[in-house]
């Protein structure tokens, strides 16, 4: 049986970011693989040190581009908890609306990068084209697509009046009007199915191994969500449901973010709902007092995990930060064995990888 290597990466037209993974097959089934990581390492966790917490702000929203907003959220609940500061409600809400935004965002990339890989350039099109609706949004609220620059420490940098939030509203109904039935074509498209059912399934077991989460671990039957299992404010006071399915193939994956993108849009509709009135900042003071705390959150791929520890002054002594991609990564390898060549891409888009993210 003569074996190859097939190098993908570190510059691939199958990558988003700079990975780099050598596969092993024998014709056209695949042995294994391994991977290599690093590439875009910046060294955030130790620049955080040099910076005050004001500004740490601003970089923790390089961490990633497609999540941004929610390691922002993280980062500031635990500066306000070392503080004992509680943010005013309608801060509350604005920052978990932005979280729903980004994740429906974040889910529409990944659904069109997958059916990009499988050859479904019109499913491709038709979630990229939505996705927009929703970078329209943040846009309007926020200033920015990509780096929202939502969060500040005490609250929210921007406030919604009646017109931004008619106009939210009006947006998210055409969104729903031209997603739910691009959604269903996705459950019941035959080549998305005859693609993904089977294809590389991860157990429950397997998921607890490697400590995966978000989408990847929901997927195979481990309702793990920090909305509902560690909730910042305002998730304790909302009401949505955790999605699981019990398959942990590809399919599953897919399944799962699709009807994650539908739980969003209505969490935004009830965020909207149940907003309240009043400020959306409040003063705090430039030094935090000595401590350390831990805070969870559950970001488009999953939690992060962020643990900040103060000495007293205006520079955090320690930040420490858990991305939910460096454990998927490391299932790449497990997953990349008794299937074919052709599988390869729905594997790797499957995990939804955020290299920037993983590397920091």
Sequence with gaps: MTKNIIPIGPQHPLLKEPISVNIEVSGEDVLGGSLRIGYVHRGIERLAQERTYVQNVHLIERICGICS?????????????????????????????????????????????????????????????????????????????????????????????????????????????????????????????????????????????????????????????????????????????????????????????????????KLCESILDQMPEGPVTTRVRRKVPAGETVIRAEAPRGEVFYYLRSDGSEFPARLKIRTPTLAALSLIPVQLSEIRVADIPVVLAGIDLCIACADR
């Excluded at 697509?145 to 947006?171: P, Q, T, Y």
């Design 69 to 265: 907003h929610v390691h922002t959220t993280t980062f500031c609940y635990a500066v306000e908890d070392l503080l004992g500061v509680e943010i005013p409600p309608r801060a509350q809400y604005i920052r978990a609306l932005m979280c729903e935004l980004e994740r429906i965002h974040s889910h529409l990339l990944w659904i069109g990068i997958l059916a990009k890989h499988i050859g479904l350039d019109m499913v491709f099109m038709h979630s990229w084209h939505n996705r927009e609706i929703v970078l329209d949004i943040m846009e309007a609220l926020s200033g920015g697509r990509v780096s929202h620059a939502a969060n500040l420490i005490g609250g929210v940098r921007f406030d919604m009046d009646a017109e931004h939030e008619s106009m939210v509203r009006r947006k998210l109904q055409k969104l729903g009007d031209q997603l739910f039935g691009v959604l269903d074509a996705i459950r019941t498209d035959p080549t998305i199915r005859a693609r993904t059912i089977g294809v590389a399934p991860i157990t429950a077991d397997q998921i607890r191994e490697y400590s995966v989460v978000g989408p990847v671990a929901r997927a195979s039957g481990v309702a793990v969500d920090m909305r509902r299992d560690s909730p910042l404010p305002p998730y304790d006071k909302l009401d949505f449901n955790v999605i699981t399915y019990p398959e942990g193939d590809a399919w599953a994956r897919t399944m799962v973010r699709v009807d994650e993108t539908r739980e969003s849009l």
